[in-house]
């Protein structure tokens, strides 16, 4: 009875509230144990300036992406429990950004986890700027130029030479003070402890500036001051089942069960005192088979000491 008292205290206190994966600094000790590399997402800005060859528009189009910060890598690691069986399944895309992560943690009635992460980037297009009344002359105005910039707004310096640039060959200027706004300083890598991070997206504004006008475009990059925590945790005595979608490295869907766990405990006590119950029958069942067949012996030695008695009275006539 003690020990199966001493079984539960151990689901318990090993089982509650227990991550199922621990993210660490890339550079960490023991990194060769089961886990898988992963980097944040990052946004770039890819300005693609354009005149064609008997055109006087200059074109510009804005895309955003996303990639993987190399200033933060972490490491996946599976966290293990002895009591419980895991299936896991952990995937990163070419860059290093995570796509998809599949967890199946079993107690002895279920616990399950799925997430499911997705990157994507978004394009987007702005309409010619009119560069024939440019207060500046545009370098080779007569010939056919195509000019493409890529951002890091982590980089001031290169949206610096960029504009620099773009003010001397195309009269173009672009404003990317709302982005630069974005890289204040987050947390270190070796401060993340259990669970997936992930970055919320935010938009920022870009602003261009050509022939006296004036042209704003909303764009979606990862919040690099924003890390988020997702915890996969195992549950106790219940099947739990968590489907988590990802895009650009952004929650955007949570689909989840969360049983009872007190009902599951109830449960789970009761098949164990029904197993204490029929070994506890078994015995005593025992026990009065043990009794009928003393009692069996007791009879036969009894008829014995009567036929034993009857044959010495019999020789005495």
Known sequence: MRFIFFIISALILNGCGLNVYKSTSSNTKGNSDFGKSYSLPEGRVSILVERKEKQKDIEVSITSKIVADQKNKLFLKYARNYLFEDTLVAETDAAGLLSTINTTTVDKTSAIFEQIGMLAGETFKLASLDANSQECVPKDMDLPFIKQYEIN???????????????????????????????????????????????????????????????????????????????????????????????????????????SEVLGFISLPLAIVKGISGAILGQFGLKIDTLKNQTSVANEELNFLKAKAALEKEKEN
């Open 153 to 259: 707004p982590d980089d001031t310096s290169s949206i610096i030479n960029m504009n620099d640039t773009l003010m001397r060959e195309h009269c173009i200027t672009i404003d990317m003070s709302d982005i630069e706004d974005n890289n204040k300083p987050i947390n270190s890598p070796s401060q993340f402890k259990e669970g997936v991070y992930y970055r919320d997206m935010k938009e920022f504004t870009v602003k261009i500036n050509g022939n006296n006008t004036i042209k704003h475009i909303k764009i979606n990059l990862p919040d690099r001051t924003s890390i988020n925590k997702i915890s996969v945790d195992r549950g106790l005595f219940v099947e739990r089942k968590v489907n988590l979608t990802f895009t650009s490295g952004t929650l955007i869907k949570i689909d989840a069960k969360y049983p």
